[in-house]
């Protein structure tokens, strides 16, 4: 994945999903810190999808607990074919945690796959400067500067979208978007602020974090917003 363009990514914890998900989907997104045995599906995928590889530690929202074996086993996802992504927490890179995860970042480059540096705040939407620094400094690390917020009403969506507008206009690669009921709508108007990358379940059930559409939803917004701009 280049993420020259938008985006759609299947996010889910089973890659059994895989053929549903290509009739809306560009890619997966594979949330490892939620599988039972994320290795051995990579095992057994032969899917069509390429996918990002995501290993959430409990401190940046996931499941994942043991820092270094969550590490360990980022890097030993990014020597799959399949794995053409992967997604590392800037705080991670910054020092929290710990171990330094700025080898998952390393090995992922050695072997070819694009990096998402990723930041999230699960309490509210920061204000606008401090989206942006927040964005630049996840850009530095890798070759997307992702960050989900928490929407509390729509002026906490043009806040994130004005950021997203302006990276973009600087020529920064960045996706973003805001959680909960009030920033649901920023999933699908996101990418036309220059967004390069959205997350949906094939089964609105399956949701990886508030707010999200369901696949085929999220995909037909997005394509139906951008042929009316």
């Known amino acids: 994945m280049d993420f020259d363009s ?24 594979l949330r490892m810190d939620f599988a039972a045995d994320p290795l051995a599906m990579l095992d057994d ?39 053409t ?10 020092g929290e945690g710990e171990y330094d995860a700025a080898r998952v ?37 890798g ?4 960050i989900a917020t928490t929407a509390q009403d729509r002026s906490d969506v043009l806040a994130l979208l004005s950021a997203t507008h302006r990276l973009d206009e600087a020529g920064e690669t960045v996706a973003t978007m805001a959680m909960g009921e009030a920033g649901r709508h920023s999933r699908a108007v996101a990418p036309l602020y220059g967004s390069r990358i959205g997350y949906a379940p094939v089964d609105p059930a399956d949701a990886t974090a508030p707010g999200q559409y369901d696949l085929a939803t ?12």
Not at 85 to 94: G, Q, R, S
Not at 218 to 229: C, D, G, I, P, Y
């Open 105 to 141: 970042v390393s090995h992922a480059r050695e072997h070819g796959a694009s990096v998402v540096v990723s930041t999230h705040d699960f309490e509210a939407t920061p204000a606008e400067d401090a989206i942006v620094d927040r964005l630049r400094r996840a850009c530095e690390h």
């Open 45 to 83: 995928y032969d899917g069509d999808l390429p996918l990002l590889v995501t290993n959430r530690v409990e401190w940046e929202g996931g499941e994942a607990g043991d820092d270094a074996a969550r590490l360990d086993t980022l890097e030993t996802a990014v020597e799959y074919d399949a794995v």
């Open 218 to 229: 999220l995909r037909t917004l997005v394509e139906q917003l951008a042929s009316e701009r």
């Open 143 to 146: 070759d997307v500067g992702k």
């Open 6 to 29: 938008f985006t759609l990514l299947a996010a889910g914890s089973d890659l059994a999903a895989e053929p549903v998900a290509r009739e809306d989907a560009d890619g997966m997104e």
């Open 85 to 94: 992504a992967v997604d590392v927490e800037l705080a991670a890179l910054e």
